[in-house]
């Protein structure tokens, strides 16, 4: 075996330790922390795909096609790619797209005269993107909670904007005291709330079982036959429930993989597919619910302020994935050398892994507050989900693929075939996101290449630093 996967196997072996002294609690804690953004996605994924302006038609063939296309996305994206394979890839219990690149040769990060390969050049762009994403995600979540709680209180209508503001100052605030006591409080609510999704979706599925056929992908490939190029634009808004994806892998050094992976299973999965079969057969019993199919699952009524209610506060959660992915990938960042050293606050004597960076957390407030109120509503912010995470997702299935090859020393046969499905769904969902770039996609961009230069530049300056010293050496020594 060699060193990089003795090192990988020491790693491991510590996150399941750690998992199996408190595996139920961490579990908890990471509903909280990691699933909030991905778990929130049925407020508005199976919507879009059949809004009035650039969805389908709610008919029982489209239905059941768009319900296998997002079952099977959550499987090949989330369980397979994510949760199986690329969670088997930490940098000493670390996750994220900076994490494979730790452990790619350094004879392949390093190179030209900037001292960035290629590969890494790549590699911290798709960084850059997570940030973006980390920036526009909370602004998001946030107007939807608030612009949610407008619907049961009209008269809120011109607090929309000041009461994001606070709650997201609020939010940025809190992070000082750490993933664990956030999880804390954050996990038992979104436990609350995959459950109530559940039942929910259980409750239709049981008035309509047909739905159930949707889980067979022949449905799935039955509607981009019929719906032909409509069917690459549907995926942009299908796309919507696989966003938490990468800030899941990200989150990863938080809570270790396997609280991580119990949650997902026995969970969250469950909870999101009932909830997307339960708005599905819904609707093939009340087609004119598309307008809401997630808020028309309950009646009209007391019930519907409660669930508002549960949806604004699992929304605000839903920003804590990003945030404190930012976290870990600005330290891994630090570590290889692409950014300036930050005072970084250990937060846990029991994982490594959670910490806080102040400075970190105040650009994102910033940048999140700013956004807020350039953009005053989350409609008009709406178009800019998707681009950054999957242009992140298919990056990182590219350097899965340089690691499985160089560090792993998996056979070509062995690691193409992945390669293959992880970039074909990636792409295709990329593409299809391309799409939204002049409504609103250029945000997360123009936010990515701003820290892609950063980095760059931080680490060609280091590069010139240590060339300047190593020729100084020398000559000093020469003198004396």
């Not at 990089?4 to 330790?17: F, L, P, Q």
């Not at 047909?210 to 069917?231: E, I």
């Not at 960076?357 to 105040?362: D, R």
């Amino acid at each position: 075996m060699s060193p990089s996967a003795d090192k990988n196997t020491h790693a491991h072996n510590k996150n399941d330790a750690h998992a199996r002294a408190g595996g139920g609690a961490l579990a908890l804690a990471a509903l909280g922390v990691v699933f909030g953004d991905i778990g929130t996605s049925p407020l508005y994924a199976l919507k879009e795909c059949v809004s009035s302006e650039h969805g389908v038609a709610p008919d029982p063939a489209n239905v059941l096609g768009l319900l296998s296309l997002i079952f099977w996305a959550l499987t090949l994206v989330v369980s397979i790619k994510y949760v199986t394979f690329i969670m088997r890839a930490d940098n000493d219990g670390e996750g994220g797209i900076l994490a494979l690149l730790a452990l790619v040769p350094r004879r392949l990060r390093d190179g030209g005269r900037w001292g960035v390969s290629l590969l890494a050049a790549t590699v911290l762009f798709g960084a850059a993107l997570l940030y973006g994403d980390g920036i526009i995600t909370p602004a998001i979540s946030v107007l939807s909670a608030v612009e949610g709680l407008e619907v049961a209180t009209p008269n809120l209508h011109h607090y929309v904007v000041p009461i994001t503001c606070a709650v997201l100052l609020g939010l940025f605030v809190i992070q000082r005291h750490g993933t664990t006591g956030i999880g804390r409080v954050f996990g038992p609510i979104m436990a609350l709330w995959f459950l109530t999704i559940a039942v929910l979706g259980v409750r239709f599925i049981a008035l309509h079982p047909g739905v159930l056929r949707a889980l067979s992908p022949t449905y799935a490939v039955a509607f981009a036959a019929r719906n032909g190029w409509t069917t690459f634009i549907v995926l942009g808004a299908v796309v919507l429930a696989i966003t938490g994806g990468e800030a899941l892998y990200a989150d990863m050094g938080h809570f270790g993989p396997r609280p991580i992976r119990i949650s997902w299973f026995f969970l969250v999965m469950p909870a999101l597919v009932l909830n997307y079969f339960g708005q599905g057969a819904l609707l093939l019993h009340d087609p004119s619910a598309r307008a809401n199919p997630f808020f028309a699952m309950v009646p009209a009524g007391a019930l519907t302020y409660v669930l508002v209610a549960l949806s604004a506060t699992a929304t605000v959660i839903a920003s804590q994935a990003l945030i404190s992915g930012a976290f870990s990938l600005t330290r891994q960042a630090i570590q290889l050398g692409y950014l300036p050293r930050f005072e970084i606050r250990h937060t846990s004597s029991a994982t490594e892994g959670q910490i806080y960076i102040g400075a970190v957390n105040w650009i994102l407030a910033v940048a999140c507050l700013a956004l807020v109120l350039a953009f005053k509503s989350s409609s008009s912010l709406a178009a800019a989900y998707g681009i950054a995470v999957t242009g992140t997702m298919a990056i990182t299935s590219g350097c899965y693929f340089v690691v499985l090859r160089e560090d792993w020393q998996w056979p070509l046969w062995k690691a193409a075939p992945l390669l293959i499905l992880f970039l074909t769904v990636d792409l295709t969902f990329f593409a299809s996101n391309l799409l939204k770039f002049v409504d609103g996609g250029y945000v997360p961009i123009v936010v990515a290449l701003l820290v892609f230069l950063i980095m760059i530049v931080w680490r060609r300056g280091r590069t010139l630093l240590w060339r300047h010293t190593s020729e100084v050496e020398p000559d000093s020594a020469r003198r004396r």
